[in-house]
């Protein structure tokens, strides 16, 4: 056995090593010729004979050999022929008819790899009688040794569809066989399940990140330039219509109303006794003075009516702590504090540019709160931004919804997870589509039209 093993592994190849498994049987042995063939498209089919005489064209004699080789795979059992009385009877017909064209004892062993028979190995005998028993039994351990050997090299240098398709009827075979009934059942649930996954629909929803804004927000700023006085509201502080929230000091613009007020009397009186005098081109250099200084000192009294910054409407400041800026200079037009409505809300949610298309506006969907996690809100999409902008470096478009719950604790500024309903499509093309599409893209940049 040990020589035949050798003999075998000693070749890279099934052709050469089984060769030489059979050339190597028949020496020890003394057989005018051994066969060996493997199971192919459900018969058997020969692929070395001893000393390498396979090709030699007896294509007949080929067949014979396979026809033997497959009566005893059929039969799962060693055949000999002539049918030595002292074993159980078998099947020979294919083994007599052998017989009847070379003469002397033909002997079939299968080859047996995990329950399976896979292939057999043929002896013929010109002379002498059936084998001894204990003679058989050698035989038959020596061919269940390098066996499998064999059928592994062979296995191997099969193509890939052959394979494939061997291990797909092996499957079959053991899906139909009485001991299969869990994995049929196994094989009948995962179908059903991927039948669920590509033909049922389900809801898809689309959405992002999401902020909570004022329906309105209302910036005040500084009205002219000057210092803070004082503050009065801080980020968070409620406040109502016409309560002060901020203060400019106004000294500045009292010094200045003094100035004109002085030059505005200084030009009164200088009209008066242009008047007296009856000089005419005096008496219009006064007036148009005085108008100036007139307007200008309403310029003033106005500026100085603006010094204190009054809340529009009732709100929520929301942007603008001013208690650390006391005394600080401002300019006019400086952004001061930001208010928004206490009780209307928007939410601006960031649609990825990839799933903007599919959003529509009237569509539903619902809002989870980082601060309110344990509910979600409703909400319905108003307007869709027509530009795109950048955000942690993916395109988003600015989705503004409306809610139709608010919750007391809802505060502008809040932020949290948006999901809108936009259609209903199955679990696998909504796991898939976004995989999908980045290989059309690839793919169609790649070859370049």
Not at 279 to 289: F, G, N
Not at 318 to 333: E, H, K, N, T
Not at 347 to 363: A, L
Not at 412 to 426: N, S, T
């Amino acid at each position: 056995m040990l020589a035949l093993q050798a003999a075998v592994v000693s070749h890279p190849r099934l052709g050469p090593a089984a060769t030489a498994f059979a050339s190597e049987l028949a020496t020890k042995l003394g057989c005018d010729r051994v066969a060996i063939g493997f199971v192919e498209d459900r018969f058997s089919r020969v692929v070395a004979l001893s000393h390498g005489v396979l090709g030699d064209g007896r294509t007949e004699a080929l067949r014979a050999i396979g026809a033997a080789m497959d009566e005893a795979i059929e039969q799962a059992a060693t055949v000999i022929a002539p049918a030595p009385p002292e074993l159980p009877p078998r099947i020979v017909l294919a083994h007599e008819a052998l017989v009847r064209q070379e003469g002397g004892t033909v002997c079939t062993l299968p080859i047996v790899v995990q329950h399976d028979l896979v292939g057999a190995v043929l002896l013929q005998f010109r002379q002498g009688g059936a084998p001894d028993p204990a003679v058989l039994v050698e035989w038959e351990h020596a061919v269940a040794l390098v066996g499998p050997v064999l059928h592994y090299m062979r296995h191997g240098e099969r193509p890939w569809r052959k394979r494939l398709r061997d291990r797909l009827r092996r499957g079959w075979t053991a899906l139909r066989s009485p001991a299969g009934a869990r994995l049929r059942m196994g094989l009948g649930a995962l179908l059903v399940a991927l039948a669920v996954l590509l033909l049922v629909p389900f809801e898809y929803r689309v959405g992002g990140n999401a902020r909570v804004e004022g329906e309105i927000q209302r910036v005040m700023v500084a009205p002219v330039d000057g210092f803070l006085k004082r503050s009065l509201v801080r980020p968070g502080d409620a406040v109502r219509a016409g309560q002060v929230l901020a203060e400019l000091a106004e000294q500045d613009l009292q010094l200045e109303r003094n100035k004109w007020a002085s030059e505005l009397a200084q030009h009164e009186n200088a009209y008066g006794a242009a008047m007296a005098r009856a000089d005419r081109a005096q008496l219009v250099i006064s007036q148009a003075k005085a108008e100036e200084a007139r307007a200008q000192l309403a310029l003033v009294d106005e500026q100085l009516g603006r010094i204190r910054l009054e809340a529009p409407f009732d709100g929520v400041v929301i942007r603008g702590d001013l208690s650390q800026s006391l005394g600080a200079p401002v300019q006019r037009g400086d952004v001061l504090l930001t208010l928004a409505p206490r009780d209307r809300f928007r939410v601006i949610v960031e649609v990825d540019e990839r799933d903007i298309g599919r959003v529509r506006v009237g569509q539903t969907g619902r809002l989870a709160l980082s601060a309110l996690p344990w509910d979600s809100l409703p909400l319905a999409v108003t307007r869709i931004t027509p530009m795109a902008s950048a955000v942690e470096g993916r395109n988003v478009f600015e989705v503004e919804a409306a809610l139709s719950a608010r919750p007391d604790a809802l505060r502008p500024g809040l932020r949290g997870v948006a999901k809108i309903a936009v259609g209903r499509e199955p679990l696998a093309w909504a796991w898939t589509h976004r995989l999908i599409d980045w290989m059309r893209i690839g793919l169609w940049s790649w070859l370049g039209h």
